[in-house]
């Protein structure tokens, strides 16, 4: 039996597909979920940056094994290239304007900086790209969804403006134009 060198290319490229599978890693502890929440981002009253399109969307937060929180979503209707803050707030209240979020979510009085050296509420900035949309892939060692610095019933708020990352306590990141209550489970 004669054997084709098209059979035999697919032959090895079949031998290679089943040996990257065998090399595959397994997640380690610190990537299983111990615990989950989320926040659906709705539009405050405040003038939204796109005219007919409120401000949406939808960003999960998963506790990990090794004390990490992954925050993962996407907010649309953002205006265009637009880079704006993004804060976890004290108070999971979302009516009117947004100010009933109170200030930042700050559990260990910090002042107000870039993520990771500030308020544990201080998350990086959406960067949305020409359609209004920006994706959100973080980790934060800051906040929890259990215990003391549980971020769980708390206010989710996105701002009209960018984050300074100096202006104490804001950020000066203008208007909240949407707010979320982060609740648990999901």
Known sequence: MMTSPRFLRLA??????????ACTTTRSDSATPVARAQAELRA??????????????????????????????????????????FHI?????????????GGHFNPTGRQHATPGQGHAGDLP???????????????????????????????????????DYRTQPTGNAGARVACAVIEPGH
């Open 89 to 101: 707030h004290e108070n999971g209240v979302c009516s009117g304007d947004g100010t009933a979020a």
């Open 12 to 21: 090895v490229a079949l031998a290679a597909l089943g040996a990257v599978g």
């Open 125 to 163: 900035m959406l960067q949305a790209d020409a359609t209004g949309s920006a994706t959100v892939q973080y980790v934060s060692h800051d906040i929890q969804l259990t215990g003391p610095q549980s971020i769980v019933n708390r206010g989710l708020i996105v701002h009209a403006s960018p984050d």
């Open 44 to 85: 405050t009253t405040t003038a939204q940056p796109v005219a007919g399109k409120p401000v949406q969307g939808l960003i999960r937060f998963a506790q990990m094994t090794d004390g990490a929180v992954r925050i993962t979503g996407q907010v649309n209707n953002l205006a265009p290239n637009a880079r704006v803050g």
